[in-house]
T-cell receptor, first 113, second 113 residues
Framework: GDSVTQTEGQVALSEEDFLTIHCNYS??????LFWYVQYPGEGPQFLFR?????EKGSSRGFEATYDKGTTSFHLRKASVQESDSAVYYC????????????FGSGTRLLVSP | EAAVTQSPRNKVTVTGGNVTLSCRQT?????MYWYRQDTGHGLRLIHY???????QIGDVPDGYKATRTTQEDFFLLLELASPSQTSLYFC????????????FGSGTRLLVI
């Protein structure tokens, strides 16, 4: 079945550091890929999506590029702030291979001032 | 603004007790979902629905019932609550099943003692 793998369970950075959170997927079809962010005490929020190979999604300074060749959708930000501390979920939606969005296990980002 | 509202925000019940978690969406979305979130497991789908009167089984349905009474309202029922059901529960809605972003509620924290 479809799956999403986030290799980092937790990432600790200092303000202004560069962020990369790795996301790899496995799907039978051509899925849409998503990033969600969850702040403490809140539900996950949609960050952005990409639907085709080489498409870049972006929002709030975060970006990720759909790479069908490496089956990846890594989240990047050039300069993180303390307010970016949250849990980040990668997800895929594959209309042909599945019947719902599949979420990764999440990566907790801690940014210290 | 599109919204998903969950109630109650917090709930404590005893083992064997009866609990109903409520969710209302004002997004005019077709699909609604119930997830549980536990440390180390991320988001796990319990049940979902694509319209009033419809119910689909998710990935972790044991011990849970759900009912979609209207386009807006989706309820999660625990008829014999157990301590293993202590968790943070999220409701979400979406326009499509696999190809659109989800809007999540703020969650209900359930403690079964």
């Amino acid at each position: 079945g479809d799956s999403v793998t986030q290799t980092e369970g937790q990432v600790a950075l200092s303000e202004e550091d560069f962020l990369t959170i790795h996301c790899n997927y496995s799907a039978s079809g051509y899925p849409a890929l998503f990033w969600y962010v969850q702040y403490p005490g809140e539900g996950p929020q949609f960050l952005f999506r990409a639907s085709r190979d080489k498409e870049k999604g972006s929002s709030r300074g975060f970006e990720a590029t759909y790479d069908k060749g490496t089956t990846s959708f890594h989240l990047r930000k050039a300069s993180v702030q303390e307010s970016d501390s949250a849990v980040y979920y990668c997800a895929l939606g594959d209309p042909s291979g599945g019947y719902k969005v599949v979420f990764g296990s999440g990566t907790r980002l801690l940014v210290s001032p | 603004e599109a919204a998903v509202t969950q109630s109650p925000r917090n709930k404590v019940t005893v083992t064997g007790g009866n609990v109903t978690l409520s969710c209302r969406q004002t997004n005019s979305h077709n699909y609604m979902y119930w997830y549980r979130q536990d440390t180390g497991h991320g988001l796990r789908l319990i049940h979902y629905s694509y319209g009033a009167g419809n119910l689909q089984i998710g990935d972790v349905p044991d011990g849970y019932k759900a009912t979609r009474t209207t386009q807006e309202d989706f309820f999660l029922l625990l008829e014999l609550a157990s301590p293993s059901q202590t968790s943070l529960y999220f409701c979400a809605s979406s326009d499509q099943l696999a190809n659109s972003d989800y809007t999540f509620g703020s969650g209900t924290r359930l403690l079964v003692i």
